[in-house]
């Protein structure tokens, strides 16, 4: 049955009010085919779970060394503990007993079934707030046959959804799950492809015809671009991003979202350097100049959301 289709999930957010309109739950599956610099979700990119390890949050009492089969972990010189990623096997058994949260599983299988029953306890403030479900990652796309029975799940219970997509899909695949959802949040990175593989780790043309594809069927965009400074800021970049928006009939809304820094942490838990430790979030008049540059093709621009 198709309630049982199951999935890789990285987390379950409630009351989210970032992911679409009103108030939302938003599922994050787990997987991406995009390298973005600035990813404050590192461990949405690998399609397998990974361990995540907060040694500021270990108390030293050694639960997990003795739980581990594979003598990944062993005490270290603070106090603390190391883990050896490369005698890892994932098998969970350290954070089972890890009593202070210092050890996590970040992705697990889930089914619809399992992702719905989280869905269903906030339905009384979707219908109060014009909110829904929102599907993001990751890239919900590489999950295709997970995302489109939890896209029917929710419509057979008339959940309003939006899928939070990078675009780099098959346009088949695409075109498939906008027909089940009633939103795209969908992001544009850099106009420029080559620039666009340096920084994201694919280039663009299909990410471009993908919502080219989306506003002829009049699928309804909310378009998201996130700034960052010294990769997609540039005059040329932000003028040539706004015209394009501009030939998309079907958008609704968009949205300029300031880089931050909020997932630099994160890359230290999964044992991976950060490539912009030294980058800062745009300042409020560097958000309004983009804002001015998307403007000059008849766009109204939003800061945030």
């Known amino acids: ?16 009010v970032h992911d679409g309109p009103g108030i939302r739950t938003t599922v994050f599956l787990k997987g991406c085919p995009l390298s973005c610099l600035w990813c404050h979700n590192p461990e949405s990119q690998s399609f397998w779970p990974e361990l995540l390890h907060r040694p500021s949050a270990c108390i030293g009492c050694g639960a997990c060394i003795a739980a581990c089969p594979e003598k990944a972990l062993a005490p270290s010189p603070d106090g603390g503990v190391v883990l050896d990623r490369k005698r890892c096997i994932l098998c969970g058994a350290c954070c ?12 697990k299988s889930l089914s619809v079934a399992e992702v719905m029953a989280t869905v269903r306890e906030d339905v009384l403030f979707y219908d109060q707030s014009g909110g829904g479900v ?26 309003s959804t939006a899928v939070d997509t990078s675009g780099y899909a098959p346009s088949e695949t695409l075109l498939a799950v906008a027909e089940l959802a009633d939103l795209f949040l969908y992001d544009l990175k850099h106009m420029d492809s080559r620039r666009h593989e340096e920084v994201a780790g694919v280039p663009n043309e ?3 015809e993908n919502a080219r594809l989306l506003s002829e069927r009049n699928v309804p965009l909310w378009i998201r671009i996130p700034l ?28 300029l979202l300031p880089y931050h820094p909020s997932g630099r942490d994160k890359y230290r838990k999964i044992g991976r350097a950060y490539a912009l430790s030294s980058l800062t979030t745009p300042s409020s008049e ?12 008849g766009l109204s621009v939003m800061i945030g959301g």
């Open 1 to 16: 049955m198709e309630r049982d289709v199951r999935g890789i999930v990285f987390d379950l957010r409630k009351y989210s």
């Open 96 to 107: 089972r007993a890890c009593v202070a949260d210092a050890l996590e599983m970040a992705g």
């Open 134 to 159: 929102t599907f993001s990652g990751g890239e919900p796309l590489s999950q295709p046959v997970f995302l489109a029975a939890l896209l029917r799940a929710c419509r057979g219970e008339e959940i």
């Open 206 to 208: 299909l990410i471009l």
């Open 228 to 255: 960052i400074p010294g990769i997609n800021d540039d005059e040329k970049n932000l003028c040539d991003t706004g015209a394009f928006v501009a030939t998309l009939q079907s958008v609704r809304k968009v949205s």
């Open 286 to 297: 560097e958000m309004e100049r983009a804002v001015e540059l998307l403007s000059r093709s």
